[in-house]
């Protein structure tokens, strides 16, 4: 390559050659940031998305009388952006977990989706000066509603959530005193 053909290579995207190298120092060291964990640009997207969802309403609510209402209203809206099939009871492929043919069953969001935005939304609130007692991302509601999306998902899919069974160590120690308290009532 002559030096008229390297003068002619656009200095911001370089060339496969000959990279470029920056030896300049920046003005102000403290103004260079690591960039964001993948977690932490989530978290930030979903933070601004609720804020932007709250100054949409009518009337638009300040984020310091943000409750629990609001927090599910949310949720509710992202529904209509699911990509989940939940089937209806009235659908004759409830309870199927492949079904085998399409339906008009709603597309909804995914348990699991509603619950990790939960958690990185809970977060942001704190990091951004909200405090855990306020916190309306923690509120009980706000479990009872996960709650209740997931058994209702789970149904529809005909995947049941069972609860953790209790340790074998804990079931010897039971089992161990019911013998022995029936033994002493046979005696």
């Known amino acids: 390559m002559s030096s008229g053909e390297n003068s002619r290579v656009n200095p911001v995207e370089g060339s496969s050659r000959s990279p470029i190298v920056d030896h300049q120092v920046p003005a102000h060291?403290?103004?260079?940031?690591?960039?964001l964990s993948r977690y932490e640009s989530q978290k930030r997207r979903d933070w601004n998305t609720f804020g932007q969802y709250?100054?949409?309403?009518?009337?638009?609510?300040?984020?310091?009388?943000?409750?629990c209402n609001h927090v599910l209203d949310f949720l509710r809206y992202l529904d209509q952006f699911g990509k989940t099939k939940v089937h209806l009871h009235?659908?004759?492929f409830f309870g199927q977990p492949d079904p085998p043919a399409p339906c008009?069953?709603?597309?909804r969001q995914a348990w699991g989706s509603l619950d990790a935005l939960i958690g990185r939304l809970r977060a942001a609130y704190e990091e951004n000066g909200g405090?855990?007692?306020?916190?309306?991302?923690?509120?009980?509601?706000?479990?009872?509603y996960l709650r209740e999306v997931?058994?209702?998902?789970?149904?529809?899919?005909g995947i049941p959530y069972k609860k953790k069974k209790k340790?074998?160590?804990?079931?010897?120690?039971?089992?161990g005193s019911t013998?022995?308290?029936s033994r002493q009532s046979a005696s």
């Open 29 to 35: 060291p403290q103004a260079v940031v690591a960039p």
């Open 54 to 67: 709250l100054r949409n309403r009518k009337p638009p609510i300040p984020l310091s009388q943000c409750n």
């Open 90 to 92: 009235g659908c004759v």
């Open 104 to 107: 008009t069953c709603p597309l």
């Open 131 to 144: 405090t855990p007692e306020t916190n309306p991302f923690g509120n009980g509601a706000i479990r009872v």
């Open 150 to 157: 997931r058994e209702c998902q789970a149904k529809a899919r």
């Open 167 to 175: 340790k074998k160590s804990q079931l010897k120690t039971i089992s």
């Open 179 to 181: 013998r022995q308290d």
